[in-house]
């Protein structure tokens, strides 16, 4: 036997589910003869791209991780006292393993289907319940992107709430951090805000300010008493935002206590890397009156169908959707993996363990302060948590030395100098600290009687500034300390939720990619995990060179110049391009220039963005095949020639079609003096094939938590970097404390300068194991599986809008309106697909009674024939209804879902067997997953909303109708 030992296993072959044999019969289904055949059938001939991909030669999973290992060798783990917002964290082993690196979590989608997501949003609700505890406000989100934004959100409610319409002023205190205001700088300046930073002891409060934002520890460490200063802004009508440190409000009176009107923050520190700057859960906590102009999402309680607790997502939910350029902001992913495992830190350690943990973090700041001062050294805050300030003179330089050769990182500013102490300092640490602090003096830890010190360390939180209110009380955080407890919970809410582990979630616009483990295990090693975002350059050459690679690699993917890997999300990116299509066209003399074409299919988001960045929104009309009415757009584009600012289009449309005519529409554009923005959420149908720069587009994002594999975490985190055209890239957002400028930068659009750095692993490994030829292969199957499904569900279901030649792209439209003649909702449908063990497809969106179905590439064809086989039955008993062989109103859609109660009840009272309701095919038995509540009611939740834990015992839940408006994206 001849032994060939040229064999390299081929990602791509994993990625990419269809095997030769379905591939074959796939393209007989759908009447082609080759994929080739295909794709020339689907995408315009003049948009292909004429040249393969440029990107080096794919990776074996084994090479990838062994090459990453040596790139990862290049970042330097140092201890880090850097703070700033970002504090080393012990992440408990169970939570790490069994919800961070775990696809029942990460992979699960936003909950919009509540009855198969009722873990998740009992985890969102504990995260709500301890971010209200913690700072004593009223009500509180399940997650924003970070600090900063949620900082700039809390702005933008003050000033759309505020009761005078003249004033237009924003104090600012100058100890808020620097990346903050950064943000809030980029966020002010479209709507006319003014900011006014400076110290709030002396500030004069005026009638044209509506509010006032200071930060608790400021941001040197100093623990101010804000209270006078609430009451005196009170006065004046002058609401007060508080940025607080989450950690910290275990031991200082919260600012719900003292007049704050809403408090943000990030609760990174409660058992979530640092990750060089995320992801990190921000969280935005206020009072009841302010529940509806809330950003983000707000998990509620409600009753389901047999009138029992359950959950769903609140309110705004949809917000954007609705209120379009009226919404009150366009966050849509969030970051609800990491807000899961904050809440589940709170759970785990309960009040008595996270008062430990702040109690020895102030301790041994405490320590250090007092070891050092009898080293002569002068600490500067006079009432501290974590972090201490000293003006070290001509020992800067001599200190600074010291601690990078003890691979520890303070935070320099000249000769003034911050340490925060987290939770992984120990008392080793100071010591090593303390010994080296008096070297520089020529002394010995001998001049320090550090163990006396140690043994008698009282607080320095003024009395009136010292907690006294009780926090995280609800039986769920004094109940699972022990690990085995702590696993069963975790592993009790998974198994509610359905995630990728079971089945196609086959969301159009979504994309819900493979998340693959070799994509997601490096995301944990310390040397990604444990890096601070301002740790000196010369500790952090292994993630630059990950960041140089992925926007090389995305650059060419996309044609574009350069990118920006800096905004959290697809919203953040669209709000980020339009920030820099602004900055072009002010820089030109064209600061005129503010008016936004956006079709009326545009996704929510964009309009909701466009409006973020002082644009005026025109809506262009689509015809009835679903296209740009090329007509409407270019009368648009010359009415308001003067004044264009640009056009906001998703490629291939929202309704799942290349459009012939984008090269003209980006013409038109372009002639008219505007600036073409590509939303990339379509992306999936692109790569390899077509560009956005090959379109025409000067603009565009990319949701790599969409397109790149960044697992969706339950609705975040997600990555939306921007790739601009040669002329826009010098306006590619800078950062106020990391040097990466482009010579006219606008302000920072997130914390961090890279964004969620620490995911962009994830992006990058896609990348570097398909190569060129699998990122295309990828598309073409994409399309493909698109396509069958479309073919065998079509005689079924009316396909809305398909391409000149009958293909659809990546995903296709559903049309269910039909139904509701005898009375069947898309929603039925929707909560039907439960039953057979399927999440619905998008619901609504961008047709209302419609869903948008996207398999991806990598969904085999068994899997893509097992949701045909659920689609046709169900269609099956749509039929039913219709000719009344099943009842109008008791049937198995209108029930739907069913849980393993009322199929197991004594009592069964429906016309239809019990078996036809769970086990409607034969597949069904065989791996049968019950959603853990009937369907919920979504009105009952609103009239009475509830936003954290309720004792169970409070409630008695009565029946009441369920009317569920249903969506997906
Ligand atoms: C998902 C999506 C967005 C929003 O992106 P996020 O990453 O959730 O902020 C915008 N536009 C379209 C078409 C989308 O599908």
Redesign the pocket.
């Known amino acids: 036997m001849k032994l060939n030992i040229d064999y390299q296993e081929k990602f791509q072959a994993r990625h990419i589910a269809p095997n030769e044999a379905d591939t074959a019969q796939m393209l007989k289904a759908t009447g082609v003869t080759s994929l080739d055949e295909l794709i020339s059938q689907t995408i315009p001939e003049k948009i292909r791209l004429k040249a393969p991909l440029n990107l080096p030669p794919a990776k074996s999973e084994f090479d990838y991780l062994a090459a990453l290992r040596q790139t990862a060798s290049k970042n330097k783990v140092f201890k880090s006292f850097i703070g700033q917002g970002y504090y080393d964290v012990i992440v408990p082993g169970v939570i790490q393993r069994n919800i961070l690196e775990n696809p029942g979590w990460y992979t699960q989608y936003t909950p919009y289907q509540a009855e198969i997501a009722q873990g998740r949003l009992q985890a969102l609700l504990n995260f709500q319940t301890m971010v209200v505890d913690l700072t004593g406000m009223e009500i509180a989100n399940a997650s924003l992107l970070d600090e900063g934004t949620a900082a700039a959100e809390a702005m933008f409610m003050q000033y759309s709430t505020r009761k005078n319409a003249a004033a237009n002023i924003f104090f600012v205190s100058e100890e808020v951090f620097p990346q903050t205001i950064d943000i809030l700088k980029t966020r002010a300046q479209p709507y006319g805000i003014e900011l006014l930073i400076g110290n709030h002891q002396t500030v004069e409060l005026t009638d044209n300010m509506f509010g006032a934002i200071v930060q608790y520890p400021a941001g040197n460490g100093a623990v101010y008493n804000y209270k006078d200063f609430a009451t005196k802004g009170h006065e004046k009508g002058i609401k007060l935002t508080v940025v607080a440190d989450i950690m910290s409000l275990v031991l200082l009176t919260p600012p719900g206590e003292w007049g704050a009107d809403i408090v943000v923050g990030c609760t990174q520190r409660f058992g979530v890397p640092m990750g060089f700057g995320g992801p990190h859960a921000a969280f935005f906590a206020t009072k009841e009156e302010y529940k509806r102009s809330i950003p983000g999402r707000i998990i509620g309680v409600t009753i389901d169908s047999a009138g029992n607790y359950a959950l769903r997502m609140a309110l705004q939910t949809r917000e954007q959707h609705i209120r379009r350029d009226k919404a009150t902001s366009?966050?849509?992913?969030a970051q609800a993996l990491l807000a899961i495992m904050a809440g589940m830190y709170a759970v785990y350690h309960g009040p008595k363990g996270v008062k430990l943990i702040a109690e020895r973090i102030h301790g041994l700041t405490i320590l250090l302060a007092e070891s050092l001062k009898q080293l002569g050294y002068g600490q500067l805050n006079e009432a501290y948590f974590d972090t201490l300030k000293f003006d070290l003179g001509s020992l800067a330089g001599p200190v600074h030395a010291e601690a990078i050769n003890n691979e520890m990182n303070f935070n320099f500013k000249g000769s003034v100098v911050t340490i925060s102490i987290d939770e992984t300092t120990s008392p080793e640490d100071i010591k090593t600290i303390v010994r080296f602090f008096a070297r520089v003096k020529g002394k010995t830890l001998n001049d320090v009687s550090f163990d006396e010190l140690k043994g008698n360390l009282t607080t320095v939180i003024p009395a009136d500034l010292q907690r006294t209110s009780a926090y995280l009380t609800h039986a769920l955080f004094n109940s699972h300390h022990s690990e085995h407890e702590m696993l069963r919970y975790i592993k009790s809410l998974e198994a509610k939720d359905l995630s990728l582990c079971h089945s196609m979630i086959a969301l159009g616009?979504?994309?819900m990619k493979l998340n693959a483990t070799t994509e997601m295990i490096p995301v944990t090693w310390a040397e990604f995990s444990k890096m601070h975002p301002f740790a000196p350059t010369d500790q952090v050459g292994g993630y630059m060179e990950i960041f140089d690679e992925l926007n090389n690699w995305l650059s060419e993917i996309t044609g574009f110049a350069a990118m920006s890997l800096q905004p959290n999300?697809?919203?953040?990116?669209?709000y980020a391009g339009l920030m820099v299509i602004r900055a072009y066209h002010n820089d030109r003399g064209d600061s005129h220039r503010n008016i936004a074409l956006i079709p009326s299919s545009?996704?929510?988001?964009?309009p909701a963005s466009a409006a973020m960045a002082g644009m005026k929104i025109v809506v262009v009309r689509c015809d009835d095949n679903g296209n740009i009415d090329v007509a409407d757009l270019k009368a648009k584009a010359e009415q308001y020639k003067n004044e264009l600012s640009c056009l906001m289009v998703?490629y291939p449309s929202?309704h799942g079609v290349f459009e012939e005519s984008i090269i003209e529409i980006c013409e038109i554009i372009h002639a008219n003096g505007g600036q073409v923005y590509m939303?990339g959420?379509?992306m999936n149908a692109q790569v390899g094939l077509t560009s956005p720069a090959n379109i025409g587009a000067d603009v565009c994002?990319l949701?790599l938590?969409?397109t790149f594999c960044i697992p969706h975490g339950g609705g975040?985190p997600?990555m939306?970097p921007i790739g601009v055209a040669k002329h826009l890239v010098p306006y590619l957002p800078g950062h106020a404390v990391v040097d990466i400028d482009k010579g006219k930068s606008i302000h920072a659009v997130s914390s961090a300068p890279w964004g969620s750095a620490s995911i962009l692993i994830i992006s990058h490994a896609y990348i570097a194991m398909m190569g060129g030829d699998g990122l295309t292969n990828a598309t073409r199957y994409a399309i493909l599986n698109a396509n069958y499904i479309k073919t065998r569900l079509e005689h079924h279901y009316p396909v809305l809008y398909t391409g000149t030649n009958g293909r659809c792209a990546h995903e296709m439209i559903l049309d269910c309106r039909a139904f509701k003649n005898f009375g069947i909702e898309v929603t039925d449908i929707a909560k039907r697909l439960m039953d057979y063990g399927f999440h619905a497809p998008t619901v609504s969106?961008p047709v209302a009674g419609t869903v948008m179905v996207e398999p991806t590439e990598s969904e085999p064809k068994h899997e893509l024939d097992r949701f045909c086989d659920a689609m046709i039955a169900i269609r099956h008993e749509i039929d039913n209804v219709e000719k009344g062989l099943l009842d109008k109103t008791d049937n198995p859609l209108k029930n739907a879902p069913h849980t393993a109660a009322v199929i197991t009840a004594n009592e069964w009272e429906h016309p239809y067997s019990r078996q036809k309701a769970a086990f409607p095919l034969p597949y069904v038995s065989a791996y049968k997953f019950w959603p853990s509540v009937g369907r919920v009611n979504d009105t009952y939740g609103d009239r009475t909303l509830i936003c954290s834990c309720p004792p169970l015992t409070d409630y008695e839940f009565e029946e009441s109708e369920v009317t569920t408006p249903e969506y997906g994206?």
């Open positions: 366009n966050i849509c992913t616009s979504c994309t999300a697809g919203a953040q990116g669209e545009a996704h929510g988001t964009n998703t929202t939303d959420a379509n994002h949701n938590h969409k975040g997600g939306g969106f994206t």
